[in-house]
């Protein structure tokens, strides 16, 4: 007898998402180079964080959805070591962790904020560098893990420490509030597909078909592409700008740059490459309390240093224009205990 819960429905396709360009764009540089770093999500409930994963993963090699649980620990995570084989046998016998299942997928941890720090700092070393390595007792083991991190965080729930949320390659904040237009498309083509999720990824087939193909060629296109001296110097002047610490911005800008060049099948790198996903680095690691950009020096002798007339933008809002105020001569008080003449 079959089990209607043994076929799982398909998932929602990716090139049927509407809305949230940003997050479609992070997801599909994640996809292109998993080395960027992975991506973070924060936004509220109900606006298909989780959709979007599950629909990127079906577009990959792997095709593989890992969801990590906040309990999970590290060794459901990294795998195991089976030392009593390795001392019995003299052989290694690794038992895969959610990192080895979700090589060539998408590894999603919502609320990732509430996991513990020292899971998401090795989630991120593992995202970054592509390999898993585990070391037990002088026994070491390593497999390939080239995951498409991606993590959601609520702002509502508390907030992801400093030194974790500079680690994550880019960073997408959604909106809420959805213009009446884009919400309507959404909500038609999400009850189109809830009546008949069958019918409706076969009528997505083509569309799916065409953008995996896309994915796997600027993959395949990937290593071809330079990172020549202007993408060098104008990544350096833009994470400059905006106050970035270390130099972690500048790696993955010209990372993301390159991934986004190869999907739009171009063998360099462009300024429209290094606009696009710019935002997508810095949101997350620019100070908030940063000098603004410096004006152009202006014309007329003045010295570069010279302060700048106050302007209106300057001044609080409401604040009064500064009124002189006359002076009269006023007489010196008596000290407190001196004596009447």
């Not at 990192?99 to 899971?119: I, K, M, S, T």
Request: a negative charge; glycine letters at 6%; proline letters at 8%.
């Amino acid at each position: 007898m079959n089990d209607p819960l043994a076929a799982a429905p398909p998932a929602f396709p990716f090139s049927a998402l509407h809305g949230q360009p940003l997050l479609r764009r992070a997801l599909l540089l994640a996809a292109i180079d998993p080395l960027i770093g992975g991506v973070l999500v924060e936004g509220p409930r109900g606006t298909a964080k989780s959709t979007a994963a599950r629909a990127l993963a079906a577009l990959l090699p792997g095709g593989y959805f890992v969801n990590l649980p906040l309990s999970a620990s590290e060794e459901q995570l990294v795998g195991s070591l089976d030392l009593e084989a390795a001392l019995r046998d003299g052989q290694v016998r690794f038992r895969p962790g959610l990192l080895a299942r979700a090589h060539e997928g998408v590894l999603y941890v919502d609320e990732v904020n509430l996991l513990a720090d020292g899971l998401v700092d090795l989630l991120l070393d593992v995202s970054a560098s592509g390999i898993n390595r585990i070391e037990r007792d002088g026994i070491s083991h390593a497999h390939p893990a080239r995951i498409a991190l991606v993590g959601t965080m609520n702002p509502e729930e508390g907030e992801l420490r400093p030194q974790l949320l500079d680690r994550f390659g880019l960073f997408v904040r959604l909106e809420a509030n959805l213009p009446p237009a884009e919400r309507e498309a959404i909500v038609r083509t999400r009850l189109a597909f809830d009546a008949d999720p069958a019918a409706f990824a076969a009528r997505s087939a083509a569309a799916e078909g065409e953008l995996a193909a896309r994915i796997a060629g600027a993959r395949a296109r990937l290593a071809a592409i330079a990172f020549d001296d202007a993408s060098h110097a104008e990544v350096a002047a833009r994470c400059h700008a905006a106050a970035v610490e270390g130099v972690r911005a500048d790696l993955v800008m010209l990372r993301a740059a390159r991934a986004h060049a190869a999907f739009a099948d171009r063998d360099h790198i462009t300024a429209e490459d290094i606009d696009a996903v710019a935002e997508l680095v810095l949101a997350h690691r620019r100070h908030a309390d940063q000098a603004p950009t410096a004006e152009p020096p202006a014309q007329g002798g003045e010295t570069p240093d010279a302060a700048p007339a106050p302007s209106r933008r300057d001044e609080d809002w409401g604040a009064l224009p500064p009124q002189a105020v006359p002076t009269a001569t006023v007489k010196p008080l008596r000290p407190l205990h001196a004596k009447k003449p």
